[in-house]
């Protein structure tokens, strides 16, 4: 179990390193860290905006991304600064993000041919230096417990990297043509994203991850799972689409200070998450196969139920206020409360109205109307 005081360190990019997109030093991640271990522990703050997992290996310029008080022109080298630091207890780790965004504009305009076989290189280098990072940590501070930090879902109310774009791209198997261009640049950017869209990026982050959480399974480490967290719907948790705002930085920091608290690292790797509906409860999954990004992981059917009854009378009553009040008398509910959650998941998979929309937005049914739950 954790000692008393930790050294907590953070390795990695602006998911992390968020100082230049929000208000103050106190609304970042590492501020609301500081404010959570000020008497336990110290926060030792080694990531740096816009760096890549290439960057962490090598070192790059720390102003590559913003430049800024925070980010000079000065070359930096995390893993040399890691070996400085005396007895760390905590490595959390969160990068790999902005690999993918570095190559969306190439990705983008490549044909659809080139663009696969240039997505598959590009994920299998992000793996292959993640792992070396994680092999790094064990020989630089072998006495430090690592914590990996999955990417969040990028906010899925605007697109102003082309996320997104690229995300339809990719699913319709198209080339980028001057129609995308035109739509993207006098509409897209403030477009919300498709379901499929999301879903195609979570598809993506399925094939990057794998290969990290059977490492985490083999070495027995926690993962915080901030896709199922950060609710991309919700654009208060997000700066300029995929930085972390003050609310973003306390659910990271929320879930790290969980993790370092509580976790046995002699029990086996599980992911830890935050559900944004319910801030004060933190989710357990263990660490298996199928892991998907998911706003809820309930553990019973009978709590999928509950929660997607929950759900489905938020959008039946938005939908019943729709047309000024108008729609209501048009909008009816076919689902019924003594159904099983079994029943539930037939119906939404065989329409196309409400029930499988709301299945589609807690992230349970998949573009291909597969139910992505498991339950024990």
């Not at 959570?36 to 990531?47: E, H, Y």
């Not at 705002?245 to 086996?268: F, Q, T």
């Not at 929950?310 to 008398?329: C, V």
């Not at 003594?338 to 349970?364: K, P």
Request: charged residues 25%; negative net charge; aromatic residues 8%.
């Amino acid at each position: 179990m954790p000692s008393d005081h930790q050294n907590i360190v953070l390795l990695g990019d602006s998911t992390l390193d968020n100082i230049d997109w929000v208000d103050s030093e106190e609304d970042t991640v590492a501020g609301k860290l500081k404010q959570k271990f000020q008497k336990t522990g110290q926060i030792i703050d080694l990531s740096c905006d816009g760096f890549t997992t290439r960057d962490v290996l090598s070192g790059a310029f720390r102003d590559k991304a913003v430049r800024s008080p925070y980010h000079q022109h000065t070359q930096y080298y995390p893993l040399s600064e890691l070996k400085k630091i005396d007895n760390a207890s905590h490595i959390i780790l969160s990068v790999g993000g902005n690999d993918l965004r570095e190559n969306l504009i190439v990705l983008a305009n490549q044909s659809p041919e080139t663009r696969r076989i240039q997505l598959k290189s590009i994920i299998t280098g992000i793996q292959q230096r993640y792992l070396e990072i994680l092999n790094k940590l064990k020989t630089i501070q072998p006495n430090a417990s690592p914590i990996i930090m999955l990417q969040y879902t990028p906010d899925s109310t605007q697109d102003l990297y082309g996320i997104y774009t690229l995300m339809n791209l990719l699913r319709n198997d198209q080339s980028l043509s001057y129609m995308n261009i035109l739509n993207y640049y006098l509409w897209g950017k403030s477009n919300k994203a498709s379901h499929k869209a999301v879903d195609e990026l979570h598809h993506l982050m399925q094939t990057v991850y794998a290969p990290i959480l059977n490492y985490a399974k083999e070495q027995n480490i926690p993962i915080i799972d901030m896709a199922s967290s950060m609710d991309h719907r919700d654009t208060r948790y997000y700066r300029s689409q995929i930085e972390p705002s003050a609310k973003g930085s306390e659910v990271i920091a929320n879930l790290i200070s969980h993790v370092v608290k509580n976790h046995d690292y002699s029990n086996p790797s599980c992911l830890y998450s935050q559900p944004t509906e319910h801030p004060g409860n933190i989710v357990v999954r263990s660490n298996h196969d199928s892991w998907k990004p998911m706003r809820y992981c309930p553990d019973s059917k009978e709590e999928a139920k509950e929660i997607f009854l929950t759900e489905y009378k938020k959008r039946l009553d938005k939908d019943n206020k729709a047309w000024l009040g108008l729609y209501s008398l048009f909008a009816y509910s076919q689902i019924k409360k003594d159904m099983t959650f079994d029943q539930i998941v037939t119906h939404a998979q065989s329409t196309n109205n409400r029930s499988r929309e709301v299945m589609q937005e807690l992230d349970w049914l998949d573009d291909q109307n597969q139910l992505g739950l498991k339950f024990s």
